[in-house]
């Protein structure tokens, strides 16, 4: 099937450690993404990777980062977990243009204790 | 600043019964317009897109209206089945370098038995 697909869907660990989520895309697409999810739903964009080139970081903390290593994937890298890490981390892809949707993978609940 | 509020943010409804999702926005340049169904446990999936020059387009029982003058959108269910409880976001894109995305909360909409 054709997908972004994300590892793992749950993922739980303890404050101070390191986690990785990886993002794989099937589409042929050009741009991924990182969003997270808060607890009141409101996606907010993290990252963006257009050919291997990071177009976009709004304010992220940088115990966050993105590594692509070719255009099917982009995984989320995160140090020193803190509680406010909490959320839901989806991937996205996109075609370029403008009228081009999101394609978003099913996402991956991290809950940091 | 670009906002896109969504109204309501949660709403229950008899199966079989129509209803009817608000966005409103300030994003400016405005360049389109776009609802997603999340539904439980999943990516956010797009139903339909707006652009500056369409009033309606429906998408089988989803119909979208845009008012840009008025900067309101909203989508409407008819006959809705169980598989339409969901959360229902839109998301606008302004037309700039990037055409940066604004998204609204969503709204749950729960259809009952």
């Known amino acids: 099937d054709t997908a972004v697909s994300q590892t793992p869907k749950y993922l739980v660990t303890q404050m101070g450690n390191d986690k990785s989520i990886k993002c794989e895309q099937n589409?042929?697409?050009?741009?991924m993404y990182w969003y997270k999810q808060d607890s009141k739903k409101f996606l907010k964009i993290m990252f963006s990777?257009?050919?291997?080139?990071?177009?976009i970081n709004e304010t992220v903390p940088n115990r966050f980062s993105p590594k692509s290593p070719d255009k099917a994937h982009l995984n989320l890298h995160i140090n020193s977990l803190e509680l406010g890490d909490s959320a839901v981390y989806f991937c996205?892809?996109?075609?370029?243009?403008?009228?081009?949707?999101?394609?978003f993978g099913n996402g991956t609940r991290l809950t940091v204790t | 600043k670009n906002q896109v509020e969504q109204s309501p943010q949660s709403l229950i409804i008899l199966e079989g019964k129509n209803c009817t999702l608000q966005?409103?926005?300030?994003?400016?340049?405005?360049?389109?317009l776009r609802w997603y169904k999340q539904d439980t446990g999943r990516g956010p999936v797009s139903l339909t897109i707006m652009t500056f020059s369409e009033n309606t387009k429906s998408n089988g029982r989803y119909t979208a209206t845009l008012d840009a003058d008025t900067k309101q959108s909203s989508l409407h269910i008819t006959a809705s089945q169980l598989s339409d409880s969901a959360s229902y976001i839109c998301v606008v894109s302004a037309l700039n370098a990037g055409n940066m995305l604004t998204f609204g909360g969503g709204t749950r909409l729960m259809v009952k038995p």
């Open positions: 966005c409103n926005y300030t994003v400016s340049p405005f360049s389109n």
């Open positions: 996205a892809s996109s075609k370029q243009g403008w009228d081009s949707p999101l394609h």
């Open positions: 589409l042929g697409h050009d741009t």
């Open positions: 990777y257009n050919n291997k080139e990071l177009i």
